[in-house]
């Protein structure tokens, strides 16, 4: 054969060589395609001949206490005092989970009040509207979600976390504190609920955890959106992390991009609060801020060994103390009066701290809690101006106690019963079911140094 025959033989072998080539690395790439994608739907969706059973889990309290004495302050409708005014609330909830399989679990639950209104304006006032002379059943979703898992449940190296769902990431607090989730921004106000020191959050997390040293690293991303805090369906970026060693201290820290994502064309992210000079951007508060916080726990039965009869002796969360401070809205905003310090030209008016101490009580009780709290500010704690007026607006300077303070004590009956004690001076802002603008105001009714409360709730749960 001629030296061009056998050139043009070696060419087309080298095509066909090149094609086939790129033949096989399909299919190959196709296959890990496929395997991947089974593997995949297997660890979502499971085996089909599991049987996916739910467990049922439920409960039903009641809880009534007595606002011993406060005071009541409606802008522009009254002002007048509160003494032995009495709150009762009752609940039912129910909370069904299922293992799909070892990887993805799904929780739908949610819980049922029956609230009697709060009278907290002069009774001509209340009288117009009968709905305050009656209880009103209320519900909400308390979990509709689903957790991915990857690893163990107690050390999750990923976990995706989507839908409705309770957060609390400061284990130890019982009243005060838990900052990041509970406040706004301008007005830097805090909402407190008896025996719920935690947030129901709606959105997504994603977050794990990994083995450093002698100690765990937590870390938890968060994007949800305001079902609760005006204005609603906003969206909010959050990181979370903290470093633990058991039986010693654990230290976090974390921040908040509130109202960080408007949503809709008109939405009310930038408030109509105009500052100091109308004609500066800068001078117009706003919704929209960042909320720092850090926090600590310290174990004192950690100091002794863990087989030392003291030790024994003690409760599991005896012995502990705990802190968190947070900033709410870094940024700095001009008053209106360029006279004196107004709006929110002081930062440190927005920095809460708060300190708790477990005591010892050898078991007598579960636990016995005091926490501690303060922030220095002219502004009483309120949301009457984002609730009723959708303006990032401070309350009007009043004389109010900068320190705050709770006692808390739970004991478990049993499995199924607990009782929960509670005095404070705290953030309660009772609720009325009056819905008429500034027939509820929305200011702590706890302001002065001799204003305290108690309450007690009685839990049945299965």
């Known amino acids: 054969m001629d030296p061009v025959g056998r050139a043009g033989i070696a060419m087309k072998r080298r095509k066909n060589e090149r094609k086939w080539k790129r033949v096989n690395r399909f299919k190959i790439g196709r296959r ?10 297997t660890v979502i969706a499971g085996d089909t001949a599991t049987k996916c059973m739910p467990v049922i889990a439920g409960y039903a309290s009641f809880e009534a206490g007595e606002i011993m004495k406060g005071y009541s302050s409606v802008p522009n409708i009254s002002e007048h005092e509160l003494w032995r005014t009495w709150l009762q609330t009752g609940y039912v909830g129910l909370r069904l989970e299922a293992a799909v399989n070892g990887h993805l679990r799904v929780l739908v639950g949610g819980e049922a009040q029956t609230h009697i209104s709060f009278l907290r304006t002069e009774g001509n006032m209340n009288d117009a509207f009968t709905e305050s002379r009656q209880p009103r059943t209320l519900f909400s979703i308390r979990h509709g979600e689903g957790i991915f898992t990857i690893g163990n449940s107690a050390r999750a190296l990923l976990q ?12 130890e607090v019982r009243n005060l504190g838990e900052y990041l989730f509970r406040t706004y921004c301008y007005p830097a106000s805090m909402v407190n609920e008896f025996d719920k020191p935690y947030a129901d959050l709606t959105g997504i997390r994603i977050g794990g955890s990994v083995a450093a040293g002698p100690g765990t690293m937590n870390a938890d991303f968060l994007l949800t959106t305001s079902t609760r805090f005006w204005p609603f369906m906003n969206w909010s970026p959050a990181l979370l992390v903290d470093y633990s060693i058991p039986r010693i201290f654990t230290i976090g820290a974390g921040v908040q991009f509130w109202n960080l994502i408007p949503v809709g064309v008109n939405n009310p992210r930038i408030g109509s609060w105009v500052g100091g000079s109308p004609t500066e951007p800068d001078s117009n508060s706003t919704f929209a801020g960042t909320k720092l ?9 950690g100091l002794f060994p863990a087989d030392a009869p003291f030790v024994a002796m003690l409760g599991k969360d005896d012995l502990k103390l705990y802190g968190e401070t947070a900033v709410l809205g870094w940024k700095n905003y001009p008053g209106p009066d360029s006279t004196i310090d107004d709006g929110y030209e002081q930062r440190l008016w927005r920095v809460p701290f708060m300190f708790g101490i477990n005591l010892p009580v ?17 502004y ?15 309350a009007d300077r009043q004389d109010h106690a900068q320190w705050k303070w709770s006692v808390y004590a739970g ?31 929305c200011t702590d009714v706890l302001l002065r140094k001799t204003d305290w409360w108690w309450t007690g709730k009685v839990r049945f749960s299965f």
């Open 293 to 301: 916080m850090t926090r600590f726990s310290f174990d004192g039965k």
């Open 32 to 41: 890990f395609s496929a395997t991947l994608l089974l593997a995949v739907s």
């Open 411 to 441: 004991k478990n009956l049993g499995p199924h019963v607990g009782l929960v004690f509670q005095a404070a001076r705290d953030h309660i802002m009772p609720q009325s079911t009056i819905q008429a603008v500034d027939y509820s105001d």
């Open 380 to 394: 009483p704690n309120s949301i009457f101006y984002p609730v009723y007026r959708m303006e990032p607006k401070p």
């Open 362 to 378: 050898f078991t007598v009780l579960d636990l016995l809690s005091i926490e501690l709290e303060y922030r220095e500010s002219p």
């Open 160 to 171: 995706v976390e989507a839908g409705f769902f309770p957060y609390k990431y400061n284990q």
